[in-house]
């Protein structure tokens, strides 16, 4: 029997498909502090740790940036560390964010992305992580359930790879997919184990033979430190790609470092990340059916950024319509807008694009959404200046 | 250096620190009356940076490499045996 025809079916929550990931990585420590809503996550391992499924270090701690910073130096003792934030908890780790990723700490970090305040709000977009994009870790966006989990499993080897020793973060968002229900075909423990092996770092934390990390850099050596984590994430965009191929030899499952749909025979593709991707693909789908030619590119991996194969897939777009789930308030478009826009004009290729923000703070994207948003290409709504700010109440 | 060779993270072994003289900045440094002084240690455990010696058979000295003269020394000393003097 395979690995796939032996997966068990179950039904979890997003909050605890990453929980339940996390117990079958043969995780060494785990500093998390609670946030709605990301909060399942923590309870969850809480419980595995009560019953004694989960052998692990559990560290309650009493705020986010002590929670990473607890990560970072278990993770300097060679440990597999794992922890989960959301919105304002990520905004509190900022500073640590940065001493992970500098200290090139494989910590891998659940965030169940919520906008921030004020004014205060729990639901999704991707304010957050977007506003700690530039902080050094690997950023993976997932849209379905069962996608958080295998990605959980896949961020540990990506991260403790050697060629790339960063912190990664596994975003999806909030309640929409933090709390909704889906169905998780689950693998077995000893494959995975397999699959992920141990970590291996050159130097570990040890009283016997005491080391300074991140020892005091200059203007002579500081930016040849951070050289080096540039390399590293460019390593990572072909690590990315072995951990797919190693994760689906025993899974049955792969993903992408982008997805794309009908990219192949479309005037306009959509680029999206996270729960959306879904949306605009059952739009396109039915839009396709009707004649019209629209296709779909999901970013899955946004950091690095996949630039090689977003311009490939876009080769053929006679327009592009980037949609960011986040506001960068006093640019001239979104992050994924800015990113794809400066990857077109890399590749030499020139397609009006038209930036599109959409769902912020939770506000929904449905399927008649996603057809309107393809609607904007056609009626050459783009400007240079701004995005268009779609669903917001004018 | 070229980022090929510089150790990943900035790992270098530990105690580096003590080669470096981090005094510089000093403006008031702390001098030990040895007539009054106990050796009770006192200062020793206060001072914030590793600058109060402590030998074997011989009260403390203080390390001019590593004082930074924040004068808690002073403050803390029950005997008064420690006063900050300007420095030159």
Known sequence: ?394 | MSWKELEEAAVVKGGTSSAYVVSGWRVRKPVIDEAKCTNCLICWIFCPEPAIVRHEGAKVTIDYDHCKGCGICETECPLKAISMVMEP
């Not at chain 1, 420590?29 to 809480?46: D, G, S």
């Not at chain 1, 900022?94 to 709000?121: D, F, K, T, W």
């Not at chain 1, 470092?257 to 039915?286: K, P």
């Not at chain 1, 311009?311 to 800015?338: C, F, W």
């Open chain 1, 1 to 394: 029997m395979t690995q796939m025809e032996a997966a068990k079916a179950v039904a979890l929550q997003g909050d605890e498909a990453v929980a339940e990931a996390v117990r079958q990585c043969d995780v060494d420590v785990v500093a998390a502090y609670p946030i709605t809503p990301q909060t399942i996550i923590v309870e969850k391992l809480a419980e595995f740790v009560a019953s004694g499924r989960f052998t692990g270090e559990f560290i309650p701690v009493e705020s986010e940036h002590s929670a990473l910073s607890a990560c970072v130096g278990a993770s300097a003792t060679g440990a597999r560390v794992f922890t989960a934030t959301s919105s304002q908890g990520l905004a509190y780790m900022h500073e640590m964010l940065y001493n992970a990723s500098g200290l090139r700490m494989p910590i891998v970090m659940a965030v169940a992305n919520r906008a921030l305040s004020a004014p205060l709000v729990l639901n999704a977009d991707h304010g957050d992580m977007m506003g700690s994009r530039d902080s050094g870790w690997i950023q993976v966006y997932a849209e379905n359930v069962e996608e958080i989990y295998d990605r959980t499993i896949q961020m540990f080897r990506l991260s403790e790879d050697p060629r790339v020793m960063l912190p990664s973060t596994l975003n999806f968002e909030g309640f929409i997919l933090s709390h909704d229900k889906e169905r998780v075909r689950l693998l077995d423990d000893e494959p995975i184990k397999k699959f992920l092996g141990r970590p291996a770092p050159k130097h570990r934390l040890d009283p016997k033979e005491p080391l300074s990390f991140g020892a005091m850099a200059s203007p002579d050596t500081y930016y040849e430190f951070r050289l080096q984590q540039a390399e590293a994430m460019r390593s990572a965009l072909a690590v990315f790609e072995e951990t797919e191929r190693e994760f689906e030899a025993f899974s049955g499952r792969r993903y992408g470092a982008v997805d794309a749909y009908n990219t192949d025979g479309a005037d306009r593709v959509a680029v999206v990340n996270g729960c959306a991707a879904g949306t605009m693909r059952a739009a396109a789908r039915a839009m396709n059916l009707g004649g019209e030619k629209v296709g779909v590119l999901a970013i899955k991996l946004y950091r690095p950024f996949p630039a090689r194969e977003v311009a490939a897939q876009l080769r053929r777009a006679k327009s592009v319509i980037t949609m960011d789930r986040s506001i960068s308030l006093g640019a001239p478009a979104g992050p994924i807008a800015q990113d794809v826009k400066s990857t077109l004009k890399g590749a030499g290729m020139n397609q009006p694009v038209t930036s599109v923000v959409y769902g912020i703070g939770g506000r929904d994207l449905s399927v008649e959404d996603g057809r309107k948003v393809f609607g904007l290409a056609k009626e050459g709504v783009s400007s240079a200046e701004t995005s268009v700010m779609y669903g917001a109440k004018q």
